[in-house]
């Protein structure tokens, strides 16, 4: 079935450090979510990317989609502690259904 | 509700034990999702409603998994004869649709789920 891959699993990073995590999937997607998982907590829903080639910001994240909508990107700048957590990616199950396929999550630490 | 809620918080059953766990959706969401996560691991979808049809079921491990969302609200799942590997977060998620305008789908809201352990 559809899967989609997200590298890398764990990053540990120093405070002020940039941070990046990358979602692939073999197949095009109609769009890409991203969620956020703070630890001991629930996935919170963060930006949806449709357009190919889109890119969004909000504040120090920025979001991508690749041209070829296979790929996408989490960046962020200058990290702070309070972006400790787990990111997934997420796309649309092909076919018609509502169903959302999660990627691993990349844990990202912040030293401080 | 504002939000997604979910109950029971953490449940601990026996092996072989039966389990009923709750969710209530956002008011007026109309797609209503169940995912188990396991420890360091993403949501695995189980199943979906739009309203009350259960129109995706493909997710769920066996026959001793159930769901069901009868007056098109608040959802339930079951699990039969709970065994050890069932352990894991179940969460449930809400959407206005599953489907939205411009190739895009509204995002989900999580509850806090409930963290099941067979014991």
């Known amino acids: 079935g559809q899967q989609v891959m997200q590298i890398p699993q764990y990053q540990h990073v120093q405070e002020g450090e940039d941070f990046t995590t990358y979602c692939n999937s073999s197949?095009?997607?109609?769009?890409i979510q991203w969620y956020k998982q703070r630890p001991g907590g629930h996935p919170v829903f963060l930006i949806q990317?449709?357009?190919?080639?889109e890119v969004k910001k909000q504040k120090r994240l920025t979001f991508q989609f690749g041209e070829a909508k296979k790929n996408s990107s989490l960046h962020i700048t200058a990290t702070q502690t309070t972006d400790v957590g787990t990111y997934f990616c997420?796309?649309?199950?092909?076919?018609?259904?509502?169903?959302?396929?999660f990627g691993q999550g990349t844990t990202l630490q912040v030293k401080p | 509700g504002a939000g997604v809620s979910q109950s029971p918080r953490y449940k601990v059953a026996k092996r072989g034990q039966d389990v009923a766990l709750r969710c209530d959706p956002i008011?007026?969401?109309?797609?209503l999702f169940w995912y188990q996560q396991a420890l360091g691991q993403g949501p695995e979808f189980l199943t979906y409603?739009?309203?009350?049809?259960?129109?995706?079921k493909s997710g769920l491990p066996s026959d001793r998994f159930f769901a069901e969302r009868p007056e098109g609200s608040v959802s339930t799942l079951k699990i039969q004869r709970t065994q050890q590997e069932d352990s894991a977060v179940y969460l449930c998620?809400?959407?206005?649709?599953?489907?939205?305008?411009?190739?895009?789908?509204?995002?989900?809201?999580f509850g806090s789920g409930t963290r099941l352990t067979v014991v």
């Open positions: 990317l449709v357009k190919s080639g």
């Open positions: 998620a809400s959407s206005l649709n599953w489907v939205g305008v411009r190739g895009g789908s509204y995002g989900y809201t």
């Open positions: 008011s007026g969401h109309v797609s």
């Open positions: 409603f739009q309203n009350e049809a259960q129109l995706d």
């Open positions: 997420a796309a649309r199950s092909s076919g018609n259904t509502g169903k959302l396929i």
């Open positions: 197949t095009t997607l109609s769009n």
